[in-house]
């Protein structure tokens, strides 16, 4: 029970959340190194385990480091459990079966280190009819039932780009689910074995669009509802200059302040007339056609009817807002989205690991076998009989003076 004369939180500068936690990232694509990349920035140490090859599309690589193993050889495959008896998580990419074959399954790793979080992350899941089968962001949304009401109404369901399944339904849920157990393992002392699948996650994540469909929201087909397209002050609107506004102004007070900055009332007592939802979409869309969405901008600034400019994702480190809240820093390959959400207690640390270029195979093979006690002569044995291997450095660029 907290005491009068105490603050209510605690703001110890400089500890991050997960700071000590040691992550095994076996290298995957897009949603696991997702969730390794949310551990990593709030503060956890995560080695991604890569197979011996010299190129990867693994891009979302920030704070980690890389260790690349032949995992055809035992002696590689005692590497990595050796690893994972000594880390807290272990987050595996691949198709159920994969990992046992390799002797490197849940039952073998949970025995020899019972507080192991040992988090599974696929599409289908460890169980299931389709627990082997192959699949992407795509196909888990359609397995899900989510993408029957993505997309217009005149047109076919479409994806919102590999967001909702592959990051937010796979590795951003599976990262919830690490944490989740790491306060578990506070109480038992004891890990556990997560089974994060993307089709699960996405179903989970769309609660609201199933809860809500006796209150209006979802009654019709695709595109013709509150929020997917149909109403015509829930949409996006071309200007004249070929950009874009979005338009969210549902309650009346929005609305009210949406047709002042239109200046036009000719729908003012038919906002939820859904009869008149086609012919409003139209005449809104020739008003905004009318100035640029920089005019719209300035008109909208200093009305509250949530219209807001769609903002090139080239442009993000330019704007005023999101400077202001440093949602993104000049990494080194472009845009670095900031972690979220904020810790009070959380350092900038990442801000230097985004500025890293990204991840090379191998890239600390060496350093991290020093740190688990190998001297240099078994190192050298284990890259001579490729066991184990290290990517050089990139030759610095000639200068052309």
Not at 93 to 113: K, Y
Not at 178 to 194: D, F, L, S, Y
Request: charge should be neutral; aromatic fraction near 8%.
């Amino acid at each position: 029970r907290a005491q009068h004369n105490q603050p209510l939180c605690s703001r110890e500068q400089g500890k991050m959340a997960l700071r000590g936690l040691r992550v095994v990232e076996m290298a995957g694509l897009a949603p696991a190194p997702f969730a390794g990349l949310v551990l990593a920035d709030f503060g956890a140490s995560v080695i991604r385990v890569d197979r011996a090859a010299a190129y990867t599309v693994d891009t979302i690589t920030r704070g980690k480091r890389s260790l690349a193993v032949n995992l055809k050889s035992p002696k590689a495959v005692q590497i990595v459990r050796t690893l994972s008896e000594k880390a807290d998580v272990l987050i595996d990419p691949f198709r159920p079966g994969v990992m046992e074959r390799l002797g490197l399954g849940p039952r073998e790793l949970c025995a020899a280190n019972p507080a192991l979080i040992y988090a599974r992350l696929t599409g289908f899941g460890q169980t299931g009819l389709r627990a082997e089968q192959a699949g992407h962001d795509i196909n888990y949304l359609a397995a899900s039932g989510i993408l029957s009401m993505l997309g217009r109404a005149s047109d076919k369901p479409q994806p919102p780009l590999n967001l909702l399944a592959d990051f937010a339904g796979g590795g951003m849920t599976c990262a919830l689910g690490i944490a989740m157990a790491v306060i578990e393992r506070h109480r038992t002392g004891r890990g556990q074995v997560i089974d994060a699948a993307m089709v699960d996650g996405v179903a989970y994540l769309s609660t609201f669009v199933y809860k809500s469909k006796g209150i209006g929201i979802w009654n019709g087909p695709r595109g013709h509802n509150l929020l997917d397209g149909g109403a015509p002050f829930y949409q996006t609107y071309e200007t004249s200059d070929g950009k874009y506004m979005a338009v969210g102004a549902i309650e009346p007070n929005f609305f009210s302040d949406l047709l002042k900055g239109l200046d036009d009332m000719t729908y003012a007592k038919k906002q939820n007339d859904q009869g008149a939802w086609a012919d409003m979409q139209a005449h809104f869309a020739a008003i905004f056609k009318r100035k640029t969405q920089r005019e719209w901008t300035e008109i909208f600034s200093g009305l509250d009817a949530c219209v807001e400019p769609v903002l090139d994702a080239a442009a993000v480190l330019d704007d005023p807002y999101l400077q202001s809240r440093g949602v993104y820093v000049q990494g080194a390959d472009g845009p670095e989205p900031a972690p979220a959400p904020r810790l009070a207690n959380a350092t900038d640390d990442w801000k230097a690991a985004a500025k890293a270029p990204v991840l090379r195979v191998g890239q600390h093979t060496r350093e991290i076998l020093r740190e688990m006690d190998f001297a240099e002569a078994d190192i050298a044995a284990l890259m001579a009989d490729g066991s184990v291997f290290e990517t050089a450095p990139p030759a610095p660029k000639k200068s052309s003076l």
